[in-house]
C-alpha cells in the first residue's frame, strides 16, 4: 500500500495544482466554453445517434426569441391543416414523426426538426443554422 500513495501523492499534487490555475479548461469550462451540464436535446428518440445532442435550453431559448405561444413548436395538424388553437406540448415530437416517413406523417423526425428549427432562424436572421454550431462538440468528452 506505501509506495502507491508515495506515488499517487505528488501526481494529485500536480492534478491539483493545474485544476487551481485554470490549465484544465476542457474539464472546468474556464475558457468560456460550455461544459457538461450545459443543455442540450434529448436523443433517445433516435435509434442510431451520429451527432452531438443539439444545444437547446428550453425556457432560456423561448425567452430570448420571444416566443410565448407553445403551438409555434408544439403544433396540431389534422387532415393536412394546421389548428390553430390547438397544442401538443404533452407529446414529443416523436409521437408523430417516426424515424421514417410514414403514412400518417410525411415528415420524418430528423428532417422536422431541422425544417422547424432553421426555418424559424432563417426567417428571424437570428440562430444557429450550420451543423457544428447546434451539434456542438461535447467539450471534455462524455
Ligand atoms: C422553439 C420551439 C418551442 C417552443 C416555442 C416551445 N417548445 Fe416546448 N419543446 C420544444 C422541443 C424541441 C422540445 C423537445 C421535444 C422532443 O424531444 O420531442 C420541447 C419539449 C417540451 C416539453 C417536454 C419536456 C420534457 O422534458 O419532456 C414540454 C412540457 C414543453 N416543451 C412545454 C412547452 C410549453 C408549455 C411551451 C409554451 C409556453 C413550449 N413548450 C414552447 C420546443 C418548443
Ligand atoms: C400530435 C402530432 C404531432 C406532434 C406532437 C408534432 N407534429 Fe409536426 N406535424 C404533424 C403533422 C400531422 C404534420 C403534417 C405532416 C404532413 O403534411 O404529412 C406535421 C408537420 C410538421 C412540419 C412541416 C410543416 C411545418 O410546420 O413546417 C414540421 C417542420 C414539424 N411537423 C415539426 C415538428 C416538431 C419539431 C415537433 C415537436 C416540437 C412536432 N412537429 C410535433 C404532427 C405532429
Ligand atoms: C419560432 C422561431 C424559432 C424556432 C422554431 C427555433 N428557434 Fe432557435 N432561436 C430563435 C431566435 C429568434 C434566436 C435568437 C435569440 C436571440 O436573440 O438571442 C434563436 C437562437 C437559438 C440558439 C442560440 C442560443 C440561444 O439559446 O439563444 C440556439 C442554440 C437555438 N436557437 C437552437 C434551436 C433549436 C435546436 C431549435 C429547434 C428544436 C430552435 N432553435 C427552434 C428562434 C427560433
Ligand atoms: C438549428 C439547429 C440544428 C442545425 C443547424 C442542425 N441540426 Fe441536426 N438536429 C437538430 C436537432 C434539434 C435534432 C434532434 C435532436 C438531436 O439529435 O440533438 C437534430 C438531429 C440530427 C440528426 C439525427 C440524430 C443523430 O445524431 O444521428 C442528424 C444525423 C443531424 N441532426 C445532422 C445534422 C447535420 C449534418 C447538420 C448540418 C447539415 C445539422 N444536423 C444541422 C438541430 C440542428
Known amino acids: 500500500m506505501k509506495p502507491k ?24 469550462g474556464q475558457d468560456g466554453s460550455e461544459t457538461r451540464s450545459e443543455s442540450r436535446m434529448d436523443t433517445s428518440a433516435f435509434d ?15 425567452e430570448k426569441a420571444g416566443l410565448d405561444d407553445c403551438a409555434v413548436c408544439h403544433h396540431v395538424w389534422e387532415n393536412g391543416a394546421l389548428l390553430a388553437d ?6 414529443p415530437c416523436s409521437e408523430c414523426h417516426g424515424l421514417a ?14 425544417t422547424q428549427c432553421r426555418t424559424c432562424h432563417i426567417d428571424a436572421g437570428k440562430g444557429p443554422l450550420l451543423c ?8 471534455g468528452g462524455e
Open 132 to 139: 457544428g454550431q447546434c451539434h456542438r462538440k461535447i467539450q
Open 48 to 62: 442510431k445517434v451520429r451527432r452531438p445532442a443539439a444545444l437547446f435550453d428550453h425556457d432560456d431559448h423561448n
Open 101 to 114: 416517413p410514414g403514412p400518417e406523417n410525411s415528415m420524418a423526425l430528423a428532417n422536422a426538426f431541422h
Open 5 to 28: 500513495i508515495m506515488i499517487l501523492g505528488p501526481v494529485l499534487a500536480v492534478l491539483l495544482a493545474l485544476g487551481a490555475i485554470g490549465a484544465w479548461p476542457a474539464l472546468s
Open 86 to 91: 390547438e397544442s401538443s406540448e404533452d407529446s
